[in-house]
T-cell receptor, first 113, second 115 residues
């Protein structure tokens, strides 16, 4: 079955460390996204990519970095510059069709210890 | 600027009854899409329904329908014949047709279906 795989499901990070969240899709979708979800704030866009080797900052990109070397993969690195990284991170993808909703992964819960 | 507003943080509904979840939006783009997603306690977001700004009829998908009132800039989700499995967070989202793939989400409404 086609879908999006996020790993790991839970991740613990010490302060000052960089960590990378994995996102892989086998849906042949062009666009991929990273969202951050905090309680009571809905989803906020971190980065998105419309094609391979191209990506744009979302609303809260500071302290995060991404790459899109392959169509299937869009990893997110949470750097030590991100002051409050504890959150639930969701990866999504969508085809190049305006009326199609995002398909989401099951998320990664990151906790700073 | 784009904005999505969901004013109901939580809702209760009796099983088998219908419920309406409110969503208002703001955009200056004449072409846009409106989406609803369901997030169960497992965390995964599930796409439910889509309404295009130029669609003449309200969208329907099974027990879900979207009450689209363009002049009021509202896109309310109606769930008919509620089931216990409908208990979840529901998010309204919008995407403008201005060439990017950027979506904006509301803060969500938590729905609890009572037996």
């Amino acid at each position: 079955d086609g879908g999006i795989t996020q790993s790991p499901k839970y991740l613990f990070r010490k302060e000052g460390q960089n960590v990378t969240l994995s996102c892989e899709q086998n849906l042949n979708h062009d666009a991929m996204y990273w969202y951050r979800q905090d309680p009571g704030q809905g989803l906020r866009l971190i980065y998105y990519s419309q094609i391979v080797n191209d990506f744009q900052k979302g609303d809260i990109a500071e302290g995060y970095s991404v790459s899109r070397e392959k169509k299937e993969s869009f990893p997110l690195t949470v750097t030590s510059a991100q002051k409050n990284p504890t959150a639930f991170y969701l990866c999504a993808s969508s085809p190049n069709l305006f009326g199609q909703g995002n398909t989401f992964g099951s998320g990664t819960r990151l906790t700073v210890v | 600027a784009q904005k999505i507003t969901q004013t109901q943080p939580g809702m209760f509904v009796q099983e088998k009854e219908a419920v309406t979840l409110d969503c208002t939006y703001d955009t200056s783009d004449p072409s846009y899409g409106l989406f609803w997603y369901k997030q169960p306690s497992s965390g995964e977001m599930i796409f439910l329904i889509y309404q295009g700004s130029y669609d003449q009829q309200n969208a329907t998908e099974g027990r879900y329908s979207l009450n689209f009132q363009k002049a009021r800039k509202s896109a309310n989700l109606v769930i008919s014949a509620s089931q216990l499995g409908d208990s979840a967070m529901y998010f309204c989202a919008m995407r403008e047709a201005s060439g990017t793939y950027k979506y904006i989400f509301g803060t969500g409404t938590r729905l609890k279906v009572l037996a």
